[in-house]
């Protein structure tokens, strides 16, 4: 029977890792892992999470299963984390999942439940993620335009031109903040526009929120979301704590479906813990209780917002150095965009050629669509990145 499984693509990130891995520069730098890292290069356990690590350590007795579709405290925290009071917690059915992919691929399979002709559509540029889990589902995906090269700003005229064909029973895939690649954001009279949208034709929002307070702040990264959540009839919202709590490798998410009819909560709930069943039985706890813990403790959560905070001001100082070296040496602002970006990422702009001597040349490791992390950065190689960017005529 195996032979007759086909070759599958390599993942162009995890052959980029490998690469780097094997490249014997010193100099080497890698922009391309969407991964948070520090000036040194790590990726820290924060603080308030390993506080809290260490009383679960202390307390915990047990490590039978959690319920079907988790800890509902986990849910509450993290709904009142990313909701705030846009939307009444009965309103809010929630599972929780491996990870913000295991609640993206989720989302789509429910969207598939409620309607088995539902089409997709997915920003161009997006997480290229989205599009391998729709791909391998078989779902229609259609891309609408967001992202302008040539400004690197958000092409909005072009994107509601594309979404002007959406329909009932379609799905709108939306990033909540932080746009990944592109660090392209909506502002929120651009979001009242597509939710006027939505309620115009009747397609069902999807938000992917994986950034929440990398960008402009806890809040400021959740208006948009909230904007949506408490303006359609319905919507789905895929949420990853993997980046604001460092906890990647605990797998740690959660899908919401929310109804401004309380009594749809029943049967969305049902049907997210019936995907859950079906796809992984009971989630991962670990990774979910410490964000609970964290949520939920004054003290913690005070420690927690702050070392966000350190993060989001790094990397916008580390947006300006670029941006400003990159001024310095072009002696033009054509790269100006990099500091109004928000989040991780950014997308230089430069062709699959330019990326190629990048790297060849200069060590430097970017994604083939020329995101960069802006994470992979510090003080000392924001130069040396400026320099190669330069050098290599882009």
């Keep these: 029977m195996f032979e007759n499984l086909k070759a599958q693509p390599a993942d162009k990130i995890l052959a980029l890792m490998q690469a780097y891995k094997e490249d014997p520069r010193e100099t080497k730098i890698d922009l391309g892992v969407g991964v948070y890292k520090n000036a040194e290069g790590v990726t820290p356990v924060m603080r308030a999470v390993k506080t809290a690590e260490k009383r679960l350590w202390e307390e915990e007795t047990t490590k039978s299963y959690v319920a079907l579709a988790g800890d509902p405290a986990f849910s509450d925290a993290l709904i009142a984390l990313v909701l705030g009071d846009a939307v009444e917690r009965e309103n809010v059915a929630a599972a929780a999942t491996p990870g913000g992919t295991g609640a993206v691929r989720h989302a789509f399979e429910m969207a598939r439940m409620a309607n088995p002709d539902v089409r997709v559509f997915v920003s161009d540029p997006t997480w290229p993620n989205h599009l391998s889990i729709l791909k391998f589902m078989g779902l229609p995906t259609i891309s609408y335009r967001y992202f302008d090269s040539d400004t690197g700003a958000v092409d909005f005229d072009g994107m509601m031109e594309d979404l002007a064909q959406i329909k009932k029973g379609d799905l709108v895939l939306l990033h909540g903040c932080c746009h990944n690649p592109s660090g392209a954001n909506l502002n929120l009279t651009q979001w009242q526009a597509v939710v006027d949208l939505l309620l115009k034709t009747g397609a069902t929002p999807m938000i992917d929120i994986a950034y929440q307070g990398f960008g402009d702040g806890l809040e400021e990264d959740a208006a948009g979301t909230r904007l949506v959540a408490s303006s359609v009839p319905e919507c789905l919202i895929a949420a990853s704590c993997s980046k604001n709590f460092g906890v990647y490798r605990e797998r740690t998410g959660l899908l919401m479906a929310v109804s401004q009819d309380a009594s749809a909560r029943e049967l969305n709930q049902g049907s997210l813990a019936y995907l859950n069943r079906q796809n992984?039985?009971?989630?991962?706890?670990?990774?979910?209780?410490?964000?609970?813990?964290?949520?939920?403790?004054?003290?913690?959560?005070?420690?927690?917002?702050?070392?966000?905070?350190?993060?989001?001001?790094?990397?916008?100082?580390?947006?300006?150095?670029?941006?400003?070296?990159?001024?310095?040496?072009?002696?033009s602002d054509r790269f100006g965009f990099i500091a109004q970006h928000r989040g991780m990422f950014s997308r230089l702009g430069c062709t699959p050629d330019q990326v190629d001597t990048l790297r060849r040349d200069h060590g430097i490791y970017l994604v083939g669509d020329s995101r960069l992390n802006i994470a992979g950065l510090n003080k000392t190689t924001v130069p040396i990145l400026a320099k190669a960017i330069i050098d290599s005529g882009i």
Excluded: C, N, Y
């Design 280 to 331: 992984f039985s009971f989630p991962p706890d670990h990774g979910a209780r410490l964000v609970t813990m964290v949520l939920t403790d004054e003290a913690l959560r005070a420690d927690w917002a702050s070392e966000v905070e350190d993060i989001r001001k790094g990397l916008l100082d580390l947006r300006e150095q670029l941006a400003g070296e990159l001024q310095r040496l072009s002696g």
